[in-house]
């Protein structure tokens, strides 16, 4: 009878010595989610400065995205002061039509991979976008570094690949 208690008290002490690292786990999964998310909406929303508190400002930065204007098209820009001077010129040029455009469209972010590994992540997801108006779509394969910095998560590399292949129209039809 005593063993049996004394292994239930180790059992529960245990899951309560687990727990709160486990909360901490979801915790920082949701932060990072919503960082990605409101990236993508102050991107959309022209937002300069609130789309710029999303990153780290430092010299390793590093963003590449495959345009999906033109097939094989890669932008990168690394470090903050070279990403910041190519998209202010996107918020200030005229992409006030393709943001709209954008914005008819529904995006969805799944198939998520968020490894933490303290005050570093590795995340790893598909973003979809789909317009019906126009019958297109086209899905990405979206990598993150995150680190978290005064106990909030900012990107630190980006990496979006668009699929060439299976978007509707196709972006590029030969491979």
């Known amino acids: ?23 901490a786990q979801n915790s920082d ?6 960082l990605i998310s409101n990236e993508t ?13 999303s990153f780290v400002h430092e010299p390793y930065l590093t963003w590449t995205v495959t345009n999906g204007g033109d097939p094989g098209d890669v932008v990168t820009m690394r470090g903050w002061e ?17 943001a709209k455009e954008m914005r008819k469209s529904k995006m969805t972010n799944d198939h998520w991979n968020i490894q933490i590994r303290g005050n570093v992540a590795f995340v790893a997801f598909e973003q979809r976008v789909e317009n019906d108006e126009k019958k297109t779509k ?9 680190e978290k910095r005064d106990g909030a998560w900012k990107i630190a590399m980006q990496t979006t690949l668009a699929d060439f ?9 030969n491979y």
């Open 1 to 23: 009878m005593q063993t049996k208690f004394l292994t239930a008290l180790r059992t529960l002490l245990f899951f309560a010595a687990t727990l709160p690292a486990v909360y």
């Open 29 to 34: 999964e949701e932060a990072i989610r919503k």
């Open 41 to 53: 909406e102050m991107w959309l929303d022209r937002n300069a400065e609130a789309w710029s508190a």
């Open 82 to 98: 070279a990403l910041k001077g190519f998209m202010m010129n996107w918020f200030e040029g005229e992409t006030a039509e393709f």
């Open 138 to 146: 086209v899905s990405s394969t979206e990598t993150r570094v995150c």
């Open 165 to 173: 292949k299976d978007a509707t129209p196709p972006i590029r039809t």
